[in-house]
C-alpha cells in the first residue's frame, strides 16, 4: 500500500475502480424497458419567435436536449409515467409543464418563455457546484463570454477590470504581462493577495516564470496567459465568505472560477448542429497615455551639462572643452521615439462545438500574436482545447477537458536599473550617436563619459536576448454517478503541467553583460500539480417547499515545481548566445513541493423560494505549516430574503419588483506564505575558495499559523420600474488577523526580518452598482452601467510600527499610507531645495539631515473605484463602451529622483520637464533646484514626497462598434452569420495629475516601477459562423 | 434500490477516501535542513565555516565596500565625472542617499557573518567530536572565534571613532553580539569593550589553532596575530603591537614579494606575503560590483588615484604597476587608474592583512617606543623592496614616523587603511588633486565615521546615531 501511494499515479487505479464500480451495473439495468417520447416547439413570450438553442430538461432525469433553428425539440427514451419538462433560456424566465407518457407514446409539449431581465434563474457557477441565481446568499460577479470575446486581449484577467469590489491592475504594458487583482482590498501583507483562480475546478498557479531576469520582478510573468479568453464560457469572482469558505484556506483573497465552454446535448434523433465559428482580429496600438517621460533635444542637453559645470565652478570655456571632449560626435536623438513603435497584433480563433445523443464536445484552436509598443517586444500564443462529455448511461456521466498552450514571449529591460530602457528615455544623453563608424551601435561612451553603465538604448536592446517560453497542459478527467434522484457522486482528477523556459542572454558589448565578455542564464521550470476531488450530492424537495441541496467532499492536492538553471559568461563571438559557446558555466537546480488534505461540505436550504440559508465548512491541512499548526478549520453561514416573495411585504415591497436581503459571515484562510516558512533551517548556497558553506537561512517558528479572515457581507438586489433599473448595494467588512509579517529586526540578529503573525488589518466598503435599461424596443435598446467601490484600509493591530519602504504600518492608519520627507519647494532666492522640518510644515530646512519623514493623510489605497458603461443597439449595430476610474489614491514615482535630475546624474541626461523648470536665477519660482554638476545636497533623496503624484484617473477603457450581417447575405457569402467589430482599447485616459508622466494604472503598492506603458490599440475583428 | 444504492456508495466512498493516505503533509525542504538535525557532524561546523568566510567576500564587506569607503574619505582618491555610487562619502555629505544602503549592507554583513560564528561557537559548546577528530574540530572553533574578533574591530572602526578619540575609549562603539537572538535590541558598547571582545576572541582563536587550512584564504594563527598587531596599533598599545607583529613575522611562514611579483600580488593570489586574504573566483560573477570594478576603466570606474599619492611614488618604484594610465581620462580626471585588482573579470584578491603591514605596524610600533634603528631596518625592508636602489632611512622621531605613514600610504593604497590611519593620528588633510565638492578634512571629523543605517535605528530602539547624522 504505501508502495502504491508513493506512485503519483495511484490515483489512476482509484479511478479505474470507480468506473468499475459504477459504470457496469446500470448499462444492463434499463436496457430492456419500453419508452416514450417528448416532441414540441420552445418560443418567446414577447416577440413569438422560435428561441433556438433553449435547453430542454425533463425534471429529475438526465435527459434533455437543446431546440433547434426552429425552436422544435425531441426527446426519446423516455421510461412511462409522468414528469415537468423545464425550458430554460438566458435572459427569459424558465418555464416548467407538466405532461404524462405512456409506453410507446408521444407527447407533445410546448414552451412559451417570457422576458425575464433579472435572470433570477440563470445558473451560476459556484464552489464544487451551481446554482440559481436567486438561491445565491453570497457575494459575487458574473462575467459572461461575449465580454470576453470582442477584446483584443492577451488574458482574461483583463475583463475583470471594473466589476464592482474588484481592483485590477496592469503591472507593466508589456505583451503577457502580469496583472495585480484585490478582492475588496489588501487582505495579507506578506503573504500573498491574489486571488485562487480554478478552472473546471482545478486550481491554477500563477508561477513567478524561471528567471527573474525574464520577468522583471515578476511583472511580466503571467502564467495565466497561456489560457485563450475565447474558450472561457463564464468568468466568476467570489467575494465574500459564503462564497468562499468552501475553499477554506485558500479562500481569503477571493477565488476566480473560470469555466470553459461546453458542446451542446443533441438527441439521438437529431444531432445538435455543429456550430463553427472562426474569429479574426487585428489591431494596431500605440501608448494610452499621450504624457509620457520626454528627455532633452541635444541643444538642451549641451547647455544641462555646461551650466551644471559652470554652476559647480568651473569655468564656461572648460565646461565647452569639457562637453566636446566627452562627446567627440553628436548627433540629437529621442531615444524614447527610436524604441517605440505601432506594436500590431493579430488573432485567430476555430471553434466547433455540438453534440449527438450522450456526447458532447467543444474543440477549438486558437492563435495570438501582438507586438510590444517598444522594440522587439512580443507574445505570442498557440492553444488548443477539448472538452469533452459522454453521458455513458442514464446514470454515469465521463466528463474529459483538456487544454494545451505554448506561448512565446521576448521581453526589455524595464523596471529600475540601468539597463532599463525607460531609465534611458529620460538619461540617456541625446547626443549620443546610434550608430559608430563601423555601423555597429555606437559605444564609445562605455568608457567615457561612463554613462548608463556603458548601456545603449538601441544596444541593450537588439542585441540582448530575454526569451520565455511556456507551455501548459492541464487535464481534467471526471465522472459522475447519479445514484437517484438525490444523490450524485462525482469524482473528478486533475493535472496541471506546465513548463517555463527563460532564455536570457546579455550582449558582451552594452550592459550588464558586457564586463563578462557577454553572459546567458537558461532556466526551466517544471511544475505538476495533481488534484484529486471527490464529492457526494444531495438534493431534495420536501413538500415542494422545502429545497435541499448538498454536497460533502473530500479533496487532496500535491505540487512539485523543480526548477534548473544553467548560466555562464565569456563569449567568443557577438552571434554565439547559447552555454555550449561559453568559456565559464555554472549549473544549479532546486525542487520545492507542497500539499494540501482536505475535507469539505456545504448545505444550501431554502423555504418556497423566499427564505435562503446557506453553511460551509472545510478543514484544510497544508504542508506549509509546521505540525502544530498544520490543521485548520473555515466556515461560514449565509441568509437570504426574497422579500416581493413574502405577501405580507407586499405593501413594503410594491414599489420593487425583486427586492432580495442576503448576509453572510465567516472565517477564511490565507495559506500563500511560501513552502516551509515555520522550520528554521540551514541553508547551502554560500561557496567560498571552492568550499561548499552553510548558513543559518530561516529562523524557526514553529507556532506559525494560518492567516485567517472574518468576513461579513450584507447586500441587498433590487429590481424597479418594470425591472428597468436593477442593481445591487452591499456592504462588506473583512478582519484579517494572524497576519503574517516579515517583521523587520535587529540587523545585528544577522537577519532582516523573520514571518511572524503580527497583526490584523480590516478593510470595509461598499458596493453600489445599478443597471438601467432606457430604451427597450423591437429595433433598439440602451442599457446604461454604472457601479462604485467605496474602499478602507485600517490596520487594527501591530506589535509595532515599522517603516517599509515608503510607508510607515501603525495601527489605525490605512496599510499603505505614505510616510515621506515633506518638499517646501525650492528657495527662490537661491536654488536650494527645502524640506518641511516636520508634519507641522511650519518651519523648512535646506538641509534633510534637518527634516524627518512624516505622514501627510496620502495614501496608495483608492477612496473609489468602479466603472460605468452602455450599450446601445441600433438594428444591427451595437455600441458598447467600459470606463473605469480611481479617485483618492496617490502613486509614488521613486525612478523620478533620477528621471528629474538635477545634476547629481550628470553626465546623464534629465527629463524635459525638470530641464524646462529648474531654477536659473534669483527670484525664479522654480520647481527644480539649480542644476550643479554632482547635484545639490539633500535634492533628490527617495522617499520624499515630491516624488508623490495624484493618481486619480478615468480610463475608457474599451469602446467597440458591432454590426451584424443579415443572415441572408451572410449565406450568399456561404456563412452562417457574420459580424464585423471595431474596437479601441485604452481609447481615453484623464488623468488629475498633469505632472504624471508615467501610465496612472500602476502596482498596488501604488509605487511607479518603470515598468513598459499600457497601450492602447485600435482593431478590427470578423466573427463568422458556418 | 435504496440499498443498492447504500451498498455502492459504501464501497465507493471507501474507494476514494484511500487517497487520504497518499499525500503527505510532512514535506521537508530539497535546499536546506533543518536546524534540529544540524551541527550533528565535524563536516557540518566545516561548512558552517565556510559559510562565514563565504558573508566576509560579500561586495558590502571584503569584496568592496569597507576597503572603499576606508579610502574615498582619504585625500589619495579623486571622483570621476561618473561617480555616484559612495558620493556621499568621498563628499562628507553627512546624510544618507536612499537606494545605495552602503552603510546599510556593511553593518549587515558584518553581522551575519558574526551571527554564523555565534552559531559555530555556541553549537560547538554541546559538541563532542570523535577523538580522531578533536584536533580538526578545535581548529574550527578557534577560527570562528578569531574571525568574530575581527569583525568586530572592523565594525567599530568603521562605525565608531577611533580607539584614542577619548582618553580611554568610552565612546560609542557598536553592539558586541555573542548569542542568537533574534528578538535583541542591543544598544552600542563603547570601543573600549568592543575591542577588548575582539582582542579575547583573537587570543581564544590563537589558543585553538594549530592548523593552516586553507592558506590566507582562511583564518590562521598568523592571520590573528597580525590583526592583532593592527589592533594594538590602533590603540597605541606599542609593545604589543611590535609582539604581536614578532609572532608572525618570526613564524617564519611568510616572505615579502619584489618585482612582477609584488605587482600582481592579488592576481596571483595565496602569495608567500599574503597571511589573511579574501579570494575571488569565477564562481562569485561579481562583475563590476568587485573592488576592482570602482577603479577599472571595464568596471564602474567611479574613483581614481589622486596625484596627492602619485606624486609621493618615485618614478623607479616597483609598485607604480599598480596604476596605468588611462589615455581616455581628460582634463581634470587625467591621468591614472588605480590597477591593483587588474583582471577584467574582477576576480583578484582582495587582503585582509599582509605580511608588509605587520612591518609597517612594527615600524611605527618600534619608532614609537624609541627603538628607531629597528624601525628604520622594518622600513628599509619595506621600501627598499620595490625599489632597491631607495637609500637607507636615516630620519628619527617624528620624521621617521612621517616616514613610515608615507610609506604606509603608497604600499597599503586603496586597501583600506587611510582614513583609520588619519583618524589614530589625528590628521586632517588638503585634497589638491581634487574632482568632488569637498576638498579638504580637518580633524575631528564626524563624517570620517560612517551613520548606523537607517534600518537599524528603525528597528532598534536602543541604538544610538552617530554626531551629526541626525536623529
Known amino acids: ?1026 | 434500490m435504496r440499498y443498492k444504492t447504500i451498498a455502492r456508495l459504501a464501497v465507493l466512498v471507501p474507494v476514494l477516501m484511500v487517497g487520504s493516505a497518499c499525500t503527505d503533509l510532512a514535506l521537508e525542504p530539497h535546499a536546506s535542513v533543518s536546524n534540529d538535525a544540524y551541527f550533528a557532524t565535524v563536516a557540518d561546523f566545516e561548512a558552517a565555516v565556510v559559510g562565514i568566510y563565504d558573508e566576509m567576500s560579500a561586495t558590502g564587506y571584503y569584496g568592496r565596500s569597507i576597503h572603499l569607503m576606508s579610502d574615498i574619505m582619504g585625500e589619495d582618491i579623486k571622483q570621476n565625472s561618473s561617480a555616484n555610487r559612495y558620493q556621499e562619502f568621498a563628499d562628507f555629505e553627512g546624510q544618507l542617499v536612499s537606494g545605495h544602503n552602503y552603510e546599510y549592507n556593511l553593518w549587515r554583513d558584518a553581522y551575519t557573518a558574526i551571527n554564523r560564528a555565534n552559531m559555530v561557537i555556541n553549537n560547538g559548546e554541546t559538541f563532542e567530536p570523535p577523538a580522531a577528530l578533536a584536533g580538526d574540530f578545535r581548529q574550527l572553533i578557534g577560527e570562528a572565534h578569531a574571525v568574530r574578533g575581527l569583525v568586530h574591530f572592523d565594525l567599530a572602526k568603521m562605525y565608531g571613532q577611533h580607539y584614542t578619540f577619548t582618553g580611554d575609549a568610552s565612546h560609542p562603539g557598536v553592539p558586541i553580539v555573542l548569542d542568537m537572538d533574534i528578538t535583541a535590541l542591543p544598544s552600542r558598547n563603547t570601543v573600549a569593550q568592543v575591542y577588548a571582545q575582539a582582542i579575547s576572541d583573537l587570543n581564544t582563536g590563537i589558543s585553538m589553532m594549530t592548523d593552516t587550512r586553507d592558506g590566507a584564504y582562511m583564518m590562521s594563527t598568523e592571520a590573528a596575530q597580525a590583526i592583532l598587531s593592527r589592533i594594538y596599533l590602533y590603540m597605541g598599545d606599542w609593545s604589543n603591537a611590535v609582539a604581536m607583529a614578532d609572532a608572525v613575522i618570526n613564524s617564519g611562514k611568510y616572505s615579502l614579494l619584489s618585482g612582477s611579483a609584488l605587482v600582481d600580488i592579488f592576481v596571483a593570489g595565496n602569495t608567500s606575503e599574503a597571511i589573511f586574504e579574501i579570494p575571488m573566483s569565477a564562481d562569485d560573477t561579481r562583475g563590476s560590483d568587485h573592488l576592482g570594478g570602482m577603479y577599472r576603466d571595464s568596471g564602474y570606474g567611479d574613483y581614481l588615484p589622486a596625484r596627492d599619492l602619485l606624486d609621493l611614488i618615485d618614478p623607479a618604484d616597483v609598485r607604480w604597476g599598480w596604476f596605468d594610465v588611462d589615455g581616455a581620462l581628460a582634463g581634470a580626471y587625467a591621468s591614472h587608474r588605480v590597477d591593483k585588482w587588474p583582471t577584467d573579470q574582477n576576480w583578484d584578491n582582495v587582503p585582509v592583512i599582509r605580511l608588509a603591514e605587520v612591518f609597517l605596524n612594527r615600524a611605527e610600533a618600534k619608532a614609537r617606543l624609541g627603538q628607531d634603528g629597528a624601525a628604520q631596518a622594518d622600513l628599509d625592508l619595506i621600501r627598499q623592496r620595490s625599489m632597491p636602489t631607495a637609500p637607507a632611512v636615516t630620519a628619527t622621531g617624528q620624521a621617521l614616523l612621517d616616514e613610515i605613514a608615507l610609506e604606509r600610504r603608497i604600499e597599503l593604497g586603496y586597501e583600506g587603511h587611510r582614513i583609520h590611519d588619519l583618524m589614530r593620528n589625528k590628521q586632517g588633510y588638503t585634497r589638491n588633486d581634487c574632482t568632488g565638492d569637498v576638498c579638504s578634512m580637518t580633524y575631528p571629523c564626524q563624517y570620517c565615521i560612517l551613520p548606523i543605517p537607517q534600518l537599524e535605528t528603525d528597528t532598534n530602539i536602543n541604538i544610538t546615531q552617530n554626531a551629526g547624522y541626525g536623529g
Open chain 1, 1 to 1026: 500500500m504505501v508502495n502504491l501511494c508513493k506512485s503519483r499515479w495511484f490515483f489512476l487505479l482509484q479511478l479505474a475502480a470507480f468506473m468499475v464500480l459504477v459504470g457496469t451495473a446500470p448499462a444492463t439495468a434499463s436496457a430492456q424497458e419500453n419508452f416514450g417520447t417528448v416532441v414540441g416547439t420552445v418560443i418567446a413570450e414577447d416577440t413569438q419567435n422560435p428561441l433556438a438553442g433553449t435547453n430542454v430538461h425533463i425534471v429529475g432525469t438526465g435527459l434533455g436536449t437543446l431546440s433547434n433553428q426552429n425552436g422544435a425539440f425531441i426527446i426519446e427514451r423516455i421510461p412511462p409515467g409522468s414528469y415537468e419538462i423545464e425550458f430554460s433560456y438566458v435572459g427569459y424566465a424558465s418555464s416548467t409543464v407538466a405532461f404524462t407518457v405512456a409506453a410507446g407514446q408521444r407527447a407533445t409539449v410546448n414552451g412559451e418563455l417570457a422576458l425575464d431581465p433579472l435572470m433570477l434563474d440563470e445558473i451560476v457557477v459556484t464552489g464544487y457546484g451551481t446554482a440559481r441565481k436567486e438561491e445565491l446568499t453570497g457575494s459575487m460577479v458574473a462575467i459572461s463570454s461575449e465580454k470576453l470575446e470582442m477584446l483584443p486581449t492577451t488574458t482574461f484577467q483583463d475583463v475583470i477590470q471594473g466589476s464592482p469590489g474588484v481592483m485590477v491592475t496592469s503591472r507593466d504594458g508589456a505583451p503577457g504581462a502580469g496583472f495585480n487583482i484585490r478582492v475588496r482590498g489588501i487582505g495579507s501583507i506578506t503573504a500573498g493577495s491574489e486571488p485562487l483562480y480554478v478552472i473546471d475546478g482545478v486550481p491554477l498557479h500563477n508561477d513567478a516564470g524561471a528567471s527573474t531576469e525574464v520577468d522583471n520582478g515578476g511583472r511580466t510573468a503571467n502564467t495565466l496567459a497561456s489560457l485563450n479568453p475565447n474558450d472561457i464560457e463564464s468568468l466568476v469572482v467570489l467575494k465574500d465568505a459564503a462564497s468562499t469558505a468552501i475553499y477554506g484556506s485558500r479562500g481569503a483573497n477571493g477565488v476566480v472560477l473560470i469555466t470553459t465552454k461546453g458542446g451542446v446535448e443533441g438527441s439521438p434523433i437529431w444531432a445538435s448542429e455543429p456550430q463553427f465559428q472562426l474569429r479574426t482580429q487585428m489591431g494596431v496600438s500605440g501608448w494610452a497615455h499621450d504624457n509620457l517621460i520626454e528627455g532633452l533635444t541635444g541643444e538642451q542637453y549641451k547647455d544641462y551639462y555646461v551650466s551644471a559645470r559652470v554652476n559647480d565652478g568651473m569655468a564656461l570655456a572648460d565646461a565647452q572643452a569639457a562637453f566636446a571632449s566627452d562627446y567627440p560626435l553628436q548627433e540629437d536623438n529621442n531615444w524614447r521615439d527610436l524604441t517605440s513603435r505601432n506594436g500590431v497584433s493579430k488573432q485567430i480563433d476555430l471553434s466547433a462545438s455540438g453534440g449527438s445523443g450522450r456526447f458532447t464536445y467543444y474543440v477549438s484552436a486558437g492563435m495570438f500574436q501582438q507586438q510590444g509598443n517598444i522594440i522587439r517586444q512580443f507574445f505570442d500564443r498557440y492553444s488548443s482545447r477539448i472538452n469533452l462529455t459522454a453521458r455513458l448511461t442514464d446514470k454515469f456521466t465521463l466528463a474529459n477537458n483538456l487544454s494545451l498552450a505554448q506561448s512565446y514571449q521576448n521581453g526589455i529591460n524595464d523596471g529600475s536599473a540601468w539597463e532599463s530602457l525607460i531609465y534611458m528615455w529620460a538619461f540617456m544623453p541625446p547626443v549620443i550617436p546610434i550608430y559608430d563608424e563601423d555601423g555597429f551601435w555606437y559605444h564609445r561612451h562605455k568608457s567615457t563619459p561612463r554613462i548608463m553603465g556603458g548601456n545603449h538604448p538601441m544596444g541593450t536592446t537588439y542585441e540582448n536576448r530575454k526569451e520565455r517560453d511556456t507551455r501548459r497542459v492541464i487535464e481534467n478527467i471526471s465522472g459522475s454517478y447519479r445514484f437517484n434522484d438525490q444523490f450524485t457522486l462525482s469524482s473528478a482528477w486533475s493535472f496541471d503541467l506546465y513548463n517555463i523556459h527563460d532564455d536570457v542572454y546579455q550582449n558582451m558589448f552594452f550592459g550588464d553583460g558586457r564586463n563578462n565578455s557577454g553572459t546567458f542564464n537558461d532556466s526551466r521550470v517544471e511544475n505538476l500539480n495533481w488534484q484529486g476531488s471527490h464529492t457526494l450530492n444531495y438534493n431534495n424537495a420536501f413538500n415542494n417547499v422545502h429545497n435541499v441541496d448538498a454536497v460533502v467532499g473530500y479533496e487532496e492536492s500535491h505540487n512539485d515545481r523543480r526548477r534548473t538553471e544553467s548560466s555562464g559568461n565569456t563569449f567568443a563571438h557577438p552571434s554565439l548566445k547559447t552555454g555550449s559557446s561559453a568559456a565559464t558555466t555554472f549549473g544549479t537546480s532546486t525542487q520545492a513541493e507542497f500539499a494540501f488534505q482536505s475535507v469539505f461540505t456545504r448545505v444550501n436550504y431554502d423555504f418556497d423560494r423566499t427564505y435562503f440559508l446557506s453553511g460551509s465548512f472545510r478543514t484544510d491541512g497544508s504542508s506549509r505549516f509546521g505540525p502544530d499548526q498544520r490543521w485548520g478549520n473555515f466556515w461560514s453561514v449565509g441568509a437570504g430574503w426574497t422579500m416581493t416573495n413574502s405577501e405580507f411585504m407586499a405593501d413594503l415591497t410594491g414599489f420593487f419588483d425583486y427586492l432580495k436581503l442576503r448576509t453572510s459571515y465567516g472565517e477564511v484562510g490565507n495559506a500563500e506564505i511560501g513552502t516551509y516558512p515555520w522550520q528554521g533551517l540551514y541553508g547551502f548556497n554560500p561557496a567560498y575558495s571552492g568550499q561548499a558553506g552553510s548558513n543559518p537561512s530561516q529562523v524557526a517558528n514553529p507556532g506559525l499559523t494560518w492567516e485567517s479572515q472574518e468576513a461579513f457581507n450584507i447586500g441587498l438586489d433590487y429590481a424597479i420600474l418594470d425591472s428597468r433599473l436593477t442593481g445591487t448595494i452591499e456592504y462588506f467588512q473583512k478582519a484579517s488577523t494572524d497576519l503574517l509579517l516579515d517583521v523587520p529586526v535587529s540587523r545585528t540578529t544577522g537577519f532582516e526580518d523573520v514571518l511572524q503573525n503580527f497583526g490584523d488589518m480590516e478593510n470595509s466598503g461598499i458596493e453600489f452598482s445599478i443597471h438601467a435599461d432606457l430604451l427597450r424596443a423591437q429595433d433598439y435598446d440602451l442599457a446604461v452601467d454604472f457601479n462604485v467601490t467605496y474602499q478602507q484600509n485600517e490596520i487594527t493591530k501591530l506589535t509595532e510600527p515599522f517603516i517599509d519602504g515608503t510607508k510607515r504600518r501603525e495601527v489605525g492608519r490605512d496599510y499603505q499610507e505614505y510616510y515621506l520627507y515633506g518638499w517646501a519647494g525650492v528657495d527662490p532666492n537661491n536654488g536650494l531645495p527645502t524640506w518641511y522640518t516636520d508634519d507641522t510644515k511650519s518651519a523648512t530646512t535646506s538641509s534633510l539631515s534637518d527634516a524627518v519623514r512624516f505622514y501627510d493623510g496620502k495614501s496608495a489605497t483608492p477612496d473609489y473605484l468602479g466603472s460605468f458603461g452602455f450599450t446601445g443597439r441600433y438594428k444591427r449595430f451595437t455600441l458598447s463602451t467600459l470606463g473605469t476610474y480611481m479617485f483618492g489614491h496617490y502613486l509614488y514615482a521613486g525612478a523620478e529622483r533620477f528621471f528629474h535630475g538635477d545634476g547629481r546624474y550628470l553626465p546623464r541626461s534629465t527629463s524635459k520637464w525638470a530641464y524646462e523648470n529648474s531654477w536659473r536665477q534669483p527670484g525664479d519660482q522654480a520647481l527644480f533646484p539649480q542644476f550643479s554638476w554632482g547635484g545639490v545636497n539633500s535634492s533628490q533623496p527617495s522617499n520624499a514626497d515630491r516624488w508623490l503624484h495624484e493618481g486619480d484617473y478615468i480610463r475608457l477603457k474599451d469602446v467597440t462598434l458591432s454590426y451584424q450581417l443579415p443572415e441572408e447575405l451572410a449565406g450568399k457569402v456561404g456563412l452562417g452569420s457574420l459580424q464585423a467589430h471595431f474596437n479601441i482599447t485604452n481609447a481615453y485616459t484623464w488623468v488629475a495629475d498633469d505632472q504624471l508622466f508615467f501610465d496612472p494604472e500602476q502596482t498596488i503598492s501604488g509605487v511607479y516601477n518603470t515598468g513598459t506603458p499600457n497601450g492602447r490599440t485600435f482593431s478590427l475583428g470578423f466573427t463568422m459562423g458556418f
